[in-house]
T-cell receptor, first 113, second 114 residues
Framework: EPEVTQTPSHQVTQMGQEVILRCVPI?????FYWYRQILGQKVEFLVS????????KSEIFDDQFSVERPDGSNFTLKIRSTKLEDSAMYFC???????????FGPGTRLTVL | AQSVTQLGSHVSVSEGALVLLRCNYS??????LFWYVQYPNQGLQLLLK??????LVKGINGFEAEFKKSETSFHLTKPSAHMSDAAEYFC????????????FGGGTRVLVKP
């Protein structure tokens, strides 16, 4: 069964460094998403992406964040200058259509020191 | 804006006993409602969803949930717990009028005792 994959599973970085989290969505899906979960808090929506542009973003998704689909398979989340409060589990998801079920990857745990 | 509240961050049940996980939502328009499950070191897996068809929704692994508009609830049940049901369960809501972003509850971790 097709699944969403994410790499790396765990990323440790120093404050102020740039990180790129990678996701490979399910191949025939058209909508892509990033969510995050800070330890002990709710899963929060960050951004949705369709047709090579952002379709919706939350207040969390400020200028430090960007998303890209650099080729036909990868979907990336970049954090330009990481802060301690960016430490969280980041989940990628994809869906075949706008209001269809979102399928989630296993997550990348980001630790900012 | 929509929101979701899950009562109880931890639930302990005996194997074979009823599993009941509570979810209440607030929404100004008819919502879509979801239950996801997360097993250790895995992603969020859809258990079931309500999208304005039948109010009693059956999902995978013997789970079901009932949409009650008057109570703004979408509680998840399973008649008989199995050891493999130990996981974290998340209720989520989305609004067609507000794109497809999911708003999640805080999650309920289920422990199954033998």
């Amino acid at each position: 069964e097709p699944e969403v994959t994410q790499t790396p599973s765990h990323q440790v970085t120093q404050m102020g460094q740039e990180v790129i989290l990678r996701c490979v969505p399910i191949s025939n899906h058209l909508y892509f998403y990033w969510y995050r979960q800070i330890l002990g808090q709710k899963v929060e929506f960050l951004v949705s992406f369709y047709n090579n542009e952002i379709s919706e973003k939350s207040e969390i998704f400020d200028d430090q964040f960007s998303v890209e689909r650099p080729d036909g398979s990868n979907f990336t989340l970049k954090i330009r200058s990481t802060k301690l409060e960016d430490s969280a589990m980041y989940f990628c998801a994809s869906s075949p259509d706008r209001f269809d079920t979102q399928y989630f990857g296993p997550g990348t745990r980001l630790t900012v020191l | 804006a929509q929101s979701v509240t899950q009562l109880g961050s931890h639930v302990s049940v005996s194997e074979g006993a009823l599993v009941l996980l509570r979810c209440n939502y607030s929404s100004s328009v008819p919502p879509y409602l979801f239950w996801y499950v997360q097993y250790p070191n895995q992603g969020l897996q859809l258990l079931l969803k309500y999208t304005s068809a039948a109010t009693l929704v059956k999902g995978i692994n013997g789970f079901e949930a009932e949409f009650k508009k008057s109570e703004t609830s979408f509680h998840l049940t399973k008649p008989s717990a199995h050891m493999s049901d130990a996981a974290e369960y998340f209720c989520a809501v989305s609004l067609k009028a507000a794109g497809n972003k999911l708003t999640f509850g805080g999650g309920t971790r289920v422990l199954v005792k033998p």
